[in-house]
């Protein structure tokens, strides 16, 4: 009888959960159906607009109209007259910083006579691999020029030549440069393979420790080699990428944009190939494998970085623009329409580096940055329980407002929000808490004692029962449905300690984007892109997809609750201010990356709940934290953040350059 029972409650159990799994599925299934047919009356009407001959007519206008508006907004951001004279003398000022990356950074006599007798420990003999195909003949010599007036010596030029017979000069250009200097290599193909099968021929031919890949229209900065080779030896680099430009007109001073990358960064590289030029590694990387594979021709590079920078022991990013790639009709550096089938290269090549890592059901889609800055979703594994920790002290509208978005808009349902009170006063609040008791899925935890939001979230985080933490401000409002979905798809992974989401204030300006040690007036830490507008692309795009960064901010962070126990949580010596940045520090100490996604977005009415801390006691206080940061974090602080490049200032967070 009892056995009976037992069964009967396990199939109602089990009947149960299955209503409840089906109602959920059928739920999200009306959710998705209803906001398709949503997008396709949008797309409907739009493209009846856009084929309507009045909307094609006025194109002229409406381009017209949109310039006086651009020029209306960036007068109201300048703020006045002198702020349009400001912004004049920014642009004047960025000419002159691009002349400054440009021929004005060459070496004097003095200094290539240095760098030329300059003796190594190891002076390794670099391959430079060129493949060739119907080159014009000034790009050609450009290019050969830049490589023999390197003030490092011990190269070896290899160029495979793929030309057709129209194109001949290629072949006679080259054999007149090899004849006057035995380190050029030139070997005219028979057929013409492509840029993989070419590079390949290139590779073949190559003798020297190092492989060094450079494309047939671009120019080396005269000490790219010096430089590498000094990295090399101070830092055993086996993988070696610099800073770049595109150019246009044949002219490197005349820049259309400079790229100064992070360090190396794993997601970023997932997400985007920010490495591309000037790639140097060690030919031991390869053994056993293909330089490029011919099935990702338009994206090989991207593929063949993904593939030897997990081999890689030792990847060193040399922070100088030492690399100038050429803009004209054709190349990619122009439009990535010149080679469309470079989209779905780099989708592929992205998508078997990830098969590789053990990730499966993802999905790699291009984002309003450019066709090939991707979006990663990765599969959720399991469905783990989110504990919501959300300090609070009396500002019951803000506290409503927080928690109904999380309610009444999240579509990952196993979660619970712990408010953690702190010396409430209100009847307002209290009320409110009253309320909330009939919700089983929120509990009101009090803990007394003097303000310190370290202590208070880590006196909630003893109480919670799920498995991942979230910190969240009390000051917060869910924008993004899935937006626990995209900060615990990054979570899960066992290299990734916190990830914070992307957080806009009431006007829809940037409050969080990824912080940034070392840079703002008191050189502790600050937020990149704050103040930029939520459509705003981002530095290089860099607003458009997930990134490693140093730190994140504690008002949005999710974290593994074992991770956030392993580093003994937030530091309570920091009461109020950068005790997410310490923390954040300290996951990175014990080997874990940190994320920051711009897909889980939220506004933060920043400051709400504690005021500002730049007058009276709290200047004071956030005086005296920045201090036991700076002496906590000393040698961080002086390497530098590795995923903000030093040419950029630390004075602004708009990566304005330091010149």
Not at 32 to 55: G, S
Not at 504 to 520: E, F, P, S
Not at 538 to 550: E, N, V
Not at 581 to 595: E, H, I, Q
Request: hydrophobic residues 35%; charged residues 25%.
């Amino acid at each position: 009888m009892e056995e009976k029972t037992q069964t009967a409650a396990a199939e109602k159990d089990y009947r149960d959960a299955y209503e409840k799994e089906h109602y959920k599925a059928v739920y999200l299934a009306g959710r998705v159906a209803e906001l398709e047919d949503q997008v396709d009356d949008l797309t409907f009407k739009l493209n009846r607009i856009k084929n309507n001959p009045l909307w094609k007519a006025s194109a002229p206008a409406r381009k017209c109209m949109h310039f006086v508006i651009r020029q209306k907004d960036r007068l109201k951001n300048c703020g006045s007259i002198g702020g349009v004279v400001q912004k004049l003398k920014y642009k004047a000022w960025e000419r002159k910083a691009m002349t400054y990356y440009g021929t004005a950074s060459f070496p004097t006599s003095e200094e290539r006579k240095a760098q030329e007798e300059t003796i190594f420990e190891r002076m390794v003999k670099i391959s430079i691999l060129v493949p060739l195909w119907n080159t014009p003949q000034n790009f050609l010599k450009e290019m050969l020029d830049s490589v023999e007036w390197q003030t490092y010596g011990n190269w070896e030029l290899c160029l495979a030549d793929g030309s057709d017979a129209a194109h001949a000069h290629v072949g006679q250009i080259c054999q007149e440069y090899a004849a006057k200097d035995p380190r050029i290599v030139y070997r005219h193909l028979e057929k013409n393979e492509g840029i993989s099968g070419n590079t390949n021929e290139c590779c073949r031919m190559a003798t020297g420790e190092y492989i060094g890949l450079f494309d047939h229209d671009d120019i080396l900065h005269p000490c790219a080699l010096y430089e590498y080779v000094k990295a090399i030896n101070e830092k055993g680099a086996d993988y070696l990428y610099c800073d770049e430009a595109t150019f246009k007109n044949g002219d490197i001073n005349r820049m259309i944009t400079m790229h100064f990358k992070p360090d190396y960064a794993v997601d970023n590289l997932r997400a985007n190939n920010y490495i591309c030029h000037f790639s140097v590694f060690s030919r031991k990387l390869l053994d056993g494998t293909e330089l490029f594979r011919t099935k990702f021709d338009g994206s090989q590079d991207h593929d063949m970085i993904l593939r030897l920078t997990d081999r890689a022991e030792h990847i060193v990013h040399v922070p100088r623009l030492l690399y100038y790639w050429r803009s004209h009709a054709g190349s990619t550096a122009a439009d990535i329409n010149a080679k469309p089938y470079a989209i779905e290269s780099a989708r592929g090549a992205v998508a078997d580096h990830l098969h590789k890592h053990g990730f499966d059901h993802f999905t790699i889609t291009s984002t309003r940055a450019f066709e090939t800055i991707f979006r990663i979703t990765y599969e959720i594994l399991g469905e783990p329980k989110i504990s919501i920790v959300i300090p609070n002290r009396d500002h019951a509208e803000d506290l409503r407002r927080c928690i109904t978005s999380i309610v009444e808009k999240s579509t990952w349902e196993n979660y619970e929000i712990l408010v953690a009170e702190n010396n409430s006063v209100t009847k307002e609040i209290f009320s409110y808490y009253e309320e909330l008791k009939n919700n089983p899925r929120i509990r009101v935890l009090t803990c007394e004692g003097e303000f310190n939001y370290s202590r208070i979230n880590n006196f909630a985080v003893k109480e919670a029962e799920g498995e991942y933490i979230l910190l969240l401000n009390n000051d917060t409002q869910v924008i993004t449905v899935n937006w626990m979905e995209e900060l615990l798809m990054y979570a899960q992974r066992p290299d990734v300690g916190a990830v914070g989401g992307k957080l806009y204030y009431a006007d829809k300006t940037i409050q969080h984007a990824g912080v940034v040690i070392g840079l703002g007036a008191h050189r502790t830490a600050g937020h990149v892109h704050y103040g930029q507008k939520r459509e705003n692309l981002g530095y290089m795009g860099r607003l458009c997809y997930a990134q490693d960064m140093t730190a994140v901010t504690g008002a949005c962070l999710l974290v593994k609750k074992a991770a956030y126990e392993q580093v003994g949580g937030l530091d309570e010596s920091f009461a109020v201010s950068l005790n997410d940045v310490d923390f954040c520090l300290k996951l990175r100490k014990a080997g874990y990356l940190n994320v920051f996604t711009p897909f889980a977005e939220l506004y933060h009415f920043e400051s709400a709940s504690r005021g500002l801390d730049d007058q009276g006691e709290k200047a004071q206080r956030y005086n005296e934290e920045s201090a036991r940061f700076r002496e906590k974090w000393k040698a961080e602080l002086e390497a530098g953040d590795p995923y903000f490049n030093p040419n950029f200032s630390l004075d602004k967070p708009d990566f304005s350059l330091r010149v």
